[in-house]
């Protein structure tokens, strides 16, 4: 079965700043990986997917991740941080393409916390 | 277009009683999810299903869970009895079978806290 380690649970940064969020997962033939986002007392929205195609993918609010197949990495980054960028990160993993990707699995999620 | 609606947001009952969760999601949206998210975790699937019918409930507990989509629209999960062990964050979420198996996107409601004293 599929896993995903995120290793940092909380990740502090001030604004401006870059930031990287580690995504691991375990390998499988073939997989797609996802970053969601959380933001306080709210459900979970669809940051970036990657299916196929090139290793950079770009999402929304200015993120970006790459799929590194060699290393089982899907690390998001953002070059510059804002306030608004506190929230609760999940990366997701699903080695099935049966009927939408039903079977996915999520890290235990990263706090990210950006401060003036 | 309105998103996956869910109540109540938040519950608050003694060990032993019974809970029930309510979820409306996006119109049209065959696939329905209910997701267990504990303080600190990330979401795990409890049970899928398409239409009407559970194709995958294997996570859920049982003995004291239960879940049914009437109609293949709204959906209730149940917990009876409830034990301290059960509180955490219920989400509920749905997907278009057709246009999401090509996003891959899952739409979330807010969610229904649980606490259980």
């Known amino acids: 079965a599929q896993s995903v380690t995120q290793l940092d649970s909380q990740v502090p940064v001030f604004e401006e700043a870059p930031v990287e969020l580690r995504c691991n997962y375990s390998?499988?033939?073939?997989?797609?990986l996802f970053w969601y986002v959380q933001y306080p007392n709210q459900g979970l929205q669809l940051l970036l997917k990657?299916?196929?195609?090139?290793?950079l993918v770009k999402g929304i609010n200015g993120f970006e991740a790459e799929f590194n197949k060699s290393q089982t990495s899907f690390h998001l980054r953002k070059p510059s941080v804002h306030i608004s960028d506190t929230a609760e990160y999940f990366c997701?993993?699903?080695?099935?393409?049966?009927?939408?990707?039903?079977?996915?699995?999520f890290g235990t999620g990263t706090r990210l916390l950006v401060s003036p | 277009e309105a998103g996956v609606v869910q109540s109540p947001r938040y519950k608050i009952i003694e060990k032993k009683q019974p809970v029930a969760f309510w979820c409306n999601p996006i119109?049209?949206?065959?696939?329905l999810y209910w997701y267990l998210q504990n303080l600190g975790q990330g979401p795990e699937l409890l049970i899928r299903?398409?239409?009407?019918?559970?194709?995958?409930d294997s996570q859920l507990p049982k003995d004291r869970f239960s879940a049914e989509r009437l109609k293949g629209v709204d959906s209730t999960l149940k917990i009876q009895p409830a034990e301290l062990g059960d509180s955490a964050v219920y989400l509920c979420?749905?997907?278009?079978?057709?246009?999401?198996?090509?996003?891959?996107?899952?739409?979330f409601g807010e969610g229904s806290r649980l606490t259980v004293l």
């Open positions: 997701a993993v699903s080695d099935t393409w049966d009927t939408g990707f039903q079977k996915l699995v």
């Open positions: 119109s049209g949206h065959n696939t």
């Open positions: 299903y398409e239409n009407e019918e559970a194709v995958d």
């Open positions: 979420a749905s997907s278009d079978k057709l246009g999401d198996a090509n996003t891959g996107e899952l739409f």
């Open positions: 390998s499988s033939v073939s997989v797609y």
């Open positions: 990657y299916l196929s195609g090139s290793t």
